[in-house]
């Protein structure tokens, strides 16, 4: 009777404490979806998060303040003043009623100057800043340019990792079901133990390879998650290519495209423009100064003399021309011609090196290109051979080499085309780059973008770059 009712007990207590777990899993919460992500978003998270390009448009915000001070300057400055003096005691002469030192005294007005050179040197420095402005966008536009490009790069070695891990699995996969054929046929004595070993050791080493490739995923996740700003679980979406970069233009026309798309080479130039100026600018020290100071006054004291001017207007003409500065004036337009020679000479640089980069994308696309189609005939001999000598091997007409060398040329043969097929778009986007167009075909593709995996709203920081006009 006593164990009957511990049973009831027992039973009741299930029952009631049932539900309760039910609803306790029903609270757990569930692990968040990893975040997927297409190219496009990359550019716009990198964009938002990168530091050299906010220094970058901290530069540009500078050289615009810049601007603001060199204007000021053309305007004329105003000021105000007053005084108020308190004397001890009142003095005054014999004669009564002449005071010599009053009570109290006030004397306030207002002021304006204004002093220019006679050679406008003040027009030249605000061209100077106004060209500083235009320099700091092409500078900015070069950063975001190479950023965005690194930002490409990283994606596409995850991409390509992420293939391999899957070529390395499937390599396991068939080395697995070759090393139980080899190990059915040693059961009937149609292969020898040897056999066996070389499928054991071929199976191991595939597992190494596979931890290995799986290991560089991760590397490569983690470089990529650095570079835009990612949190570490997320995924990736494959390119959507309306068609791949061809090679219609010949290599002098790409050349001369990006000697008048770069940015860098735009910089350059209007640094040398700036550098012209500069010396136009230090050679006005020679011309005069002319400074012109308007005043308006009104006075007072207590007690109340005549005599005193109560109110005075005044206007005053300064003319001041420097005889000799120790030759500060002639060193200054050394160096701003030794500047301009050097903005000259790193024009010239900066052309033979975009020279050479349009010419080793427009020769690796070319090459990536040529190799492309005879990759594709490789594989598909590759995955024949294969599918013939393993239907051989399990008749007994090739051995286990046989079928161990067919599967190294297969997975050879894979890993080669996926390389060269993302080494091509990547190559297509390098020559976009080294011709200046890589940053511009972006804008053009920002009304397109779509990005269905944000989960909210943001003004793209792409659609900013639509109204730089240079």
Known sequence: MQIINITIILIFIILISGPVNLRAEENIPLPLPEKQYSLDDLYRIALMRSERIKISEE????????????????????????????????????????????????AWGVRFDQSFTLNGKELIALRITEDSIKKSKYDL??????????????????????????????????????????????????????????????????????????????????????IVGLEKDYKIEEPKFKKDSSLENDLDSLKQEAFFDRAEIKSLAIQRKISEDKIKFYKSDYWPTVSVEGVYTKMDQQPYASMLNEESISISVLLNFTIFDGGLRKAQIKESIAKKRQAKLAEQDMSKEIAIQVQEAYLDLHSQTSVLKSLEDQLNFARENYNSVTKQFQHGRANSIDAMDANTLLVTSEIRLLEARYNRRLAGLKLNRARGTFLEAIIRNVDEITSPTMHHSFRSPLSDLKSQKY
């Open 59 to 106: 530069n540009l915000y500078i050289a615009e303040r810049t601007r603001e001070k060199a204007f000021s300057v053309l305007v004329p400055r105003f000021s105000a003043f007053g005084n108020y003096t308190r004397y001890s005691e009142e003095k005054t002469l014999a004669d009564p009623g002449t005071d010599i030192q009053p009570e109290w005294t006030t």
């Open 141 to 226: 536009d070069a950063v975001k340019e190479e950023y965005l490009f690194t930002v490409t790069a990283a994606y596409y070695d995850l991409l390509k990792a992420a293939k391999v891990v899957d070529i390395a699995i499937a390599n396991v996969e068939r080395l697995l079901a070759h090393r139980n054929a080899v190990y059915v046929q040693l059961k009937i004595e149609t292969v020898t133990k040897t056999a066996l070993y070389r499928a054991e050791a071929e199976l191991s080493k595939s597992r190494a390879d596979l931890i290995n490739t799986k290991n560089r995923l991760r590397l490569v996740k983690i470089v990529l998650a650095r």
